[in-house]
């Protein structure tokens, strides 16, 4: 699921990618409005299942994290966290429990408020599995295109 769901640089909130054009990806964001658009390969799109998160170790996938805060809200429509009035502490904190070897040097207070954003906005769009499929069917990256 997280294959489809895309970050635009530069643009707010995540998009779901609903096909693809000539040269161009058509999105619709994900929120209430469902607005389309085309995203050019001159923007920089990347999709959720590519990202991870910082750990003193090793890069965790972004869906596992997702998954950790599923399990520390219960399930809960939003994050209990309200990232607006946050602290940096408060945020780190937040972090500390879901991912607690996270690289407190290269995750920024920001990265926590963009993930927590994430989380809140795939919640409240019915999206709650975060696992993929780990077999990658013919033509599912979004970077084939031609």
């Not at 000539?22 to 390969?41: C, H, Q, W, Y």
């Not at 520390?72 to 945020?91: H, N, P, R, W, Y």
């Amino acid at each position: 699921m997280l294959k489809t769901i895309l970050a635009i640089s530069g643009k707010p909130g995540l998009y779901r990618l609903v096909s693809r054009g000539n040269r161009s990806l058509i999105v619709e964001t994900l929120d209430a409005a469902k607005k389309r658009m085309p995203a050019f390969g001159t923007d920089k799109i990347i999709s959720l299942a590519d990202i991870a998160m910082y750990t003193d170790e090793e890069e965790v996938p972004l869906r596992q994290v997702l998954n950790n805060i599923k399990e520390k809200e219960q399930g809960k429509c939003v994050a209990s966290i309200d990232i607006k009035k946050a602290t940096k502490d408060e945020l780190f904190a937040f972090m500390a429990e879901v991912l607690p070897s996270f690289d407190r040097d290269r995750v920024h207070a920001s990265d926590v408020k963009k993930l927590i954003q994430w989380y809140n906005l795939l919640i409240e769009n019915g999206i709650t599995d975060f696992n993929e499929d780990l077999q990658e069917t013919p033509g599912d990256n979004i970077d084939d295109r031609k």
